[in-house]
Each structure stands twice: as C-alpha cells, then as structure tokens.
T-cell receptor
Framework: GNSVTQMEGPVTLSEEAFLTINCTYT??????LFWYVQYPGEGLQLLLK?????DKGSNKGFEATYRKETTSFHLEKGSVQVSDSAVYFC??????????????FGKGTKLSVKP | GAVVSQHPSRVICKSGTSVKIECRSL??????MFWYRQFPKKSLMLMAT?????????EQGVEKDKFLINHASLTLSTLTVTSAHPEDSSFYIC??????????????FGPGTRLTVL
C-alpha cells in the first residue's frame, strides 16, 4: 500500500545550521506530496507541497523537491532559527481524476533548534 | 489562516466511561471533517471521514460503535469514545476541509486532544 517514511528524530541543531529531514514514499501512482509543521500546542499547518515530479515546494525558507526517481521529498532549510522548533510531518495524497484520496502521514520528526 | 479548535485539549477519565471530543471550524464552513489518532512515535492514522448531514466513513479496523462520530453542522463534528479503556488512550486530532475549496489541498488541523483512560 501507499506509505511515507521519514527520518526519526529528535533532531537537535544550533541556530543557523543547515537542516535536512529525509522523507521517502511508496505509492502505486503519482501522489501529491506535502510537508506539515506542528508548533507546540498548535494544530498541523501546511508548510509546502508539490503535486508532480520535479516540482519544488517552498515556504518560509524551507524547500523540498519532488523526486520521482528516488521517491523522495526531503525537507531542507539553509539556516534554521529557534522559532523553527516543531514537529515536521511528511505526507502524501493520491489523486484520482478529479477527486482526492486521504492524507497519509509519516511518523513525524521533532526538530529542536538551540540558540 | 483558518482555525480549527478542539475541546477539551486534555481529558482523563475512568475505564468504562464515555468521552466526547468536539471539533469546530471557527471561521469557515467545513463540509468534510476528518478524525485521526496518533500514538507516540507513530504516524497520524485516519480513523474516519465525516460529511455534514451523513454517516461517517470509517477506516478499516476502526470500530464505528466504539468511536461515534456526529457531524451535525458545517462547523461542528464530535467524536465520542464509548466505554473507554486504557488502550484507547491516545492523541486524537481532527481536521476540516473548507467547503469552498473541495478541489484544493485546503485542510486545516485542530491542536489535538490528549485522552488518558485510567
């Protein structure tokens, strides 16, 4: 079946460090891919998305490129801030013509950024 | 952005009692709401999808008689865990899809409810 695997955390970085959170997926077709972020005490928020191969999603300095050949959607940021401390979820959703499947999430990766 | 609230944020109950969790879309109307369950260090697992005014669609393995879902209005869905047992202890998250954005990825999540059954 369809699934998402992301690197286990927690990930602890110093401020201004480079961030990579790996995410790979298994899907029977061509899904849309997402990164969601959950700040402490808040709900999941869509961070970025990509709907087809080679698309790059970007937002708030974060980027992820949809790589069909490696079935990956790794999240990167060049210089993290303390305020980026949160749990990050990679997710996929299958598209069936004009309708959407449900979101399938990875386990989440907790990021802690130290000043 | 759109806001989804959940109440309560945390609940502790005795085994055998029922617990109701509310999910509200605060500034938009939600034709569809989703209920997820998250165990420690596990993915969010979709439990059910509810559409306003109709019966919820449950995922395989989810007991519909144990997890009662009601979506009586476009801004409120409730999940009732009936006759709760310690194994039902978990983090329950709802999300809502804006009814004006049925073909987009606009799905908003609540902050979650931590249920502990003693």
């Amino acid at each position: 079946g369809n699934s998402v695997t992301q690197m286990e955390g927690p990930v602890t970085l110093s401020e201004e460090a480079f961030l990579t959170i790996n995410c790979t997926y298994t899907a029977t077709g061509y899904p849309s891919l997402f990164w969601y972020v959950q700040y402490p005490g808040e709900g999941l928020q869509l961070l970025l998305k990509a709907t087809k191969a080679d698309d790059k999603g970007s937002n708030k300095g974060f980027e992820a490129t949809y790589r069909k050949e490696t079935t990956s959607f790794h999240l990167e940021k060049g210089s993290v801030q303390v305020s980026d401390s949160a749990v990050y979820f990679c997710a996929l959703r299958m598209n069936y013509g004009g309708s959407q499947g449900n979101l399938i999430f990875g386990k989440g990766t907790k990021l802690s950024v130290k000043p | 952005g759109a806001v989804v609230s959940q109440h309560p944020s945390r609940v502790i109950c005795k085994s055998g009692t029922s617990v109701k969790i509310e999910c509200r879309s605060l500034d938009f109307q939600a034709t569809t709401m989703f209920w997820y369950r998250q165990f420690p260090k596990k993915s969010l697992m979709l439990m059910a999808t509810s559409n306003e005014g109709s019966k919820a669609t449950y995922e395989q393995g989810v007991e519909k008689d144990k997890f009662l879902i009601n979506h009586a209005s476009l801004t409120l869905s409730t999940l009732t865990v009936t006759s709760a047992h310690p194994e039902d202890s978990s983090f329950y998250i709802c999300s809502a899809r804006d009814h004006l954005a049925t073909l987009t990825d606009t799905q908003y999540f609540g902050p979650g409810t931590r249920l502990t059954v003693l």
